[in-house]
């Protein structure tokens, strides 16, 4: 399936909704809403068929400037393949988007304090011979204000995007969650960790080479602290995750988030023979058999018992990379799963998605 986008998204007790005029914010139960948007202030209340709604007049407020868009060495020596610091993968037009996320992920979270503090609280009231009734209108006071600061922090720590695709956008983006599929299909991936070459071939199944690498799913999901109306495809690479908005990748590394745009994003795919030990994935072609042991023409070495054949299977390796340090490997069960995604981006490269964020 491709990606589809809501009207609204939630965040604790604040609903934001888009509409062809903007994008408002309301809060309230069922029955009774109050609201702001973009045609001013109100408030919505009924039931049943019979509703009411009123607009409240302005509140004033100083204008605010307008957000700008746009290994470790082992014995086979491996060399890490890792990416530079997420805070140096930073285009222009993401600036100001950047740093919204990273302030409000650093934010502490003030209600385990609140929880820590009734409880301790709850001991000392229970100590002191405090009446039955009156401890549990302090756990009541105490899950209120837990409650609150809960939703409180939430408010806080969360950045809501809500885009706005014209129908030249939404073919674009769905384009590329189907090129996402195609590679979520194979029946494994891996991220390569890193790269090492091999000494004794002779004792290492003929292999001129050895990869570190980690079993991996592709899927699609939002990241933390962030609220969107789209699903969002994932890469997860190591403690890294790259996260396939219509406009950038984003890139998440646990408490600092950084941005890679599409036209600076470059994506190398090529097949490539791998000794397979781990058994060979159902959707994978074997090109080839080799030893565990093998001798200089290529044959099993006699001098070693219990000397398996193991199958080399064709896979296809993906390399993202950028100029602001984003340099990850991803391969891929299956040869040619990556080429729709290739193309999709090198012509994003001439013509970028234009939508509008809000």
Sequence with gaps: MGFYFRKSVRVGPLRFNLSKSGIGVSAGIKGFRVGSGPRGNYVHMGSHGVYYRATLPPVAAKPSAPRVQELEVDRYGLTPIESGSVAAMVDSSSMELLNEINTKRSRISFWPFVLVGGVLLGMVAAQA?????????????????????????LLRKTVVLMYDFDEEAATKYESLHRAFEQMAQCAKSWHIEAKGTVADWKRNAGASGVAKRTAIRLVKANPP???????????????????MFPDRIFVFDQGT???????QLRLQSYPQRFIEEDGVPGDSKIVDYTWRYVNKKGGPDKRFKNNRQIPIALYEQVHFSSDTGLNEIVMLSRTGASAGLATLLDDWRHTPIRLAML
């Design 257 to 263: 988030a950084g941005s890679v745009g599409y036209d």
């Design 129 to 153: 011979d405090t009446p039955q009734w009156g401890i549990a209108a302090l756990w009541v006071i105490v899950a209120g204000l837990c409650f609150f600061t809960y939703h409180r922090d």
């Design 225 to 243: 602290r962030i609220k969107t109306n789209i699903t969002v495809p994932v890469i997860p690479v190591g403690r890294q995750m790259l996260y």
